[in-house]
């Protein structure tokens, strides 16, 4: 990844949502899935995505917690969606 401009290639953030989703805690795994579908987006809109460290820097929790409350994000891997916001306000 290209940290120098904050930029990636969409087959860089795949590969490393790919990398560390899997030995990730909660609040990384929904940090990959947010940071991957914004990736994904920008792609669509053939734009650069952002590093996953650019882009995490820029967010907080509340930010995590709007999107999957919008449903922005499919968090059924990791449990209810009330159980996911839950252990995110609790800082797991």
């Known amino acids: ?3 120098d401009n904050g930029l990636t290639t969409i087959d860089e953030a795949r ?3 790919e990398d560390f989703y ?3 805690n909660i609040l990384k795994k929904v940090e990959l ?3 991957i579908n914004h990736s994904e987006s ?3 809109n053939n734009n650069i ?3 996953y ?3 995490i820097n820029h967010m907080s929790v509340t930010d995590y917690i709007h999107q999957i409350n919008l449903r922005m994000i499919n968090v ?3 449990g209810r969606k009330e159980f996911v916001v839950n252990e995110l306000l609790n800082g797991r």
């Open 1 to 3: 990844m290209n940290n």
């Open 15 to 17: 590969r490393f949502f």
């Open 22 to 24: 899997d030995d990730a």
């Open 33 to 35: 899935k947010c940071w």
């Open 42 to 44: 920008r792609n669509k």
């Open 49 to 51: 995505p952002f590093t």
């Open 53 to 55: 460290y650019n882009y």
């Open 76 to 78: 059924d891997d990791l």
